[in-house]
C-alpha cells in the first residue's frame, strides 16, 4: 500500500512516500480503507522527535491520528461492525498511522459514520473532537448556564470546543483574529473577542470554565478570568498548581484518551447538526501534500482543521 513515512526525525522534508505492507488485523481489530484523515499538531511535533520520549515507535513511522473510511477487514473477535461499515476514529497504533491507504483499528475506538456526513468533515473529528468534549465533559463537568471561555476558538480543538458547549447549554465567548470573526460567531459565540483589539482578561469576570488551548501567559492571565470553584483544563500545558491553589480553582493537563463510544456521541450530534467540521484547507494525499499540510499547521494560524483527501 501507498503511505507516507518518516524514516528518522527531522524536518517537513523527512515525509516521504513508501510502498508499505498491507496491515492485517489482529483478533479484535478492523481493517480501515482511509478516505481521508486530517493534521493535528502532534503529527509535526512527533515528527521533530518533541514527544520520542514519550511514544515509544519504530521507524518507519506512519504519522496520522484520524481516520474515516471504510471497512475492508475484520478481526476474528470483532462483533460491532462488518466488512461495508462507515466508520471513524481515532486509532491507537504505533505503527499503522493514517497518512496510509489502509490502516488498522481496535473495535472500541470505531464510531459508525452517519449516512449523511462526508468522511472529510468526519475525519476532522476524532482526536481534536474528542479532546474539547474530554475537556468540558470529563475534566470540566460542563453544565447548562456555565460560562465558558476557549481561548483561539477558530482552531481545530477550539472550533468543537465551541460547539459543544453550546450544545451543553453554555453561555460561550472566543478569543480568535478579526478576520475570523464571523465564521466562529456563526458557530454560536455569545462574546467574540479579538485579541489583537481586546485583552480578554480586562473585559470577562466569574467564568466557570477556560479551555486553554495556548498556555503561557494567556493561561496565566486566564486564572483572574475564573469564578471561585472554576476550572481550567489545558491541552498545551500542566497550569500553575500555586495559581490554581491561589485562585481557588481546577486546573491540569487533558491528554486525550481515544474513546469510541465518546465519538459516537459526538456523531449525533453531527447528525443533528449542531457540530460542524470547519475545514480550512484540504491536501491531496502525497509526500508534498504532507509537507505543504505540516507546514501549514506548524504556523498555529490554519482556520479549522487541515485535512487529507485520499479518494
Not at 93 to 122: K, M, N, Q, S
Request: glycine share 10%.
Amino acid at each position: 500500500m501507498k503511505a507516507v513515512v518518516i524514516e528518522q526525525y527531522g524536518n517537513r522534508n523527512e515525509l516521504i512516500e513508501k510502498e508499505m505492507p498491507n496491515p492485517e488485523p489482529a483478533a479484535n481489530q478492523v481493517v480501515v480503507e482511509v478516505h481521508a484523515t486530517s493534521i493535528n499538531p502532534i503529527d509535526w511535533k512527533l515528527r521533530e522527535g518533541y514527544l520520542k520520549e514519550m511514544l515509544d515507535f519504530d521507524f518507519p513511522i506512519i504519522l496520522g491520528w484520524d481516520v474515516a473510511g471504510i471497512i475492508k477487514e475484520t478481526g476474528e473477535d470483532v462483533r460491532g461492525f462488518k466488512t461495508g461499515d462507515r466508520v471513524f476514529a481515532r486509532p491507537d497504533t504505533t505503527r499503522f498511522g493514517t497518512y496510509a491507504e489502509y490502516t488498522t483499528v481496535d473495535e472500541h475506538l470505531l464510531a459508525h459514520l452517519p449516512d449523511g456526513i462526508g468522511f472529510e468533515e468526519a475525519a476532522a473529528v476524532p482526536l481534536a473532537g474528542l479532546t474539547a468534549w474530554q475537556c468540558l465533559v470529563d475534566f470540566a463537568d460542563i453544565k447548562e448556564g456555565d460560562k465558558v471561555l476557549v481561548h483561539a476558538g477558530s482552531g481545530g480543538v477550539g472550533h468543537y470546543a465551541v460547539q459543544i458547549a453550546k450544545k451543553m447549554g453554555a453561555y460561550v465567548a472566543a478569543t480568535a483574529s478579526g478576520k475570523n470573526k464571523d465564521w466562529v460567531k456563526k458557530l454560536g459565540v455569545d462574546r467574540f473577542i479579538n485579541y489583537k483589539e481586546e485583552d480578554f482578561s480586562e473585559v470577562l469576570h466569574d467564568f466557570d470554565i477556560v479551555v486553554d488551548t495556548l498556555g503561557g501567559e494567556i493561561q496565566e492571565k486566564s486564572f483572574a478570568v475564573l469564578k471561585k470553584g472554576g476550572r481550567m483544563p489545558s491541552i498545551v500545558q500542566p497550569p500553575d498548581e500555586k495559581l490554581a491553589e491561589k485562585h481557588g480553582v481546577k486546573a491540569g493537563s487533558v491528554w486525550l484518551e481515544p474513546s469510541g463510544e465518546q465519538l459516537a456521541k459526538l456523531a449525533q450530534f453531527m447528525e443533528e447538526g449542531s457540530l460542524v467540521s470547519v475545514i480550512g484547507h484540504t491536501f491531496d494525499f502525497s509526500g508534498e501534500g504532507l509537507r505543504e499540510a505540516h507546514k501549514l499547521s506548524e504556523t498555529h494560524h490554519a482556520k479549522g482543521k487541515i485535512v487529507i483527501k485520499m479518494k
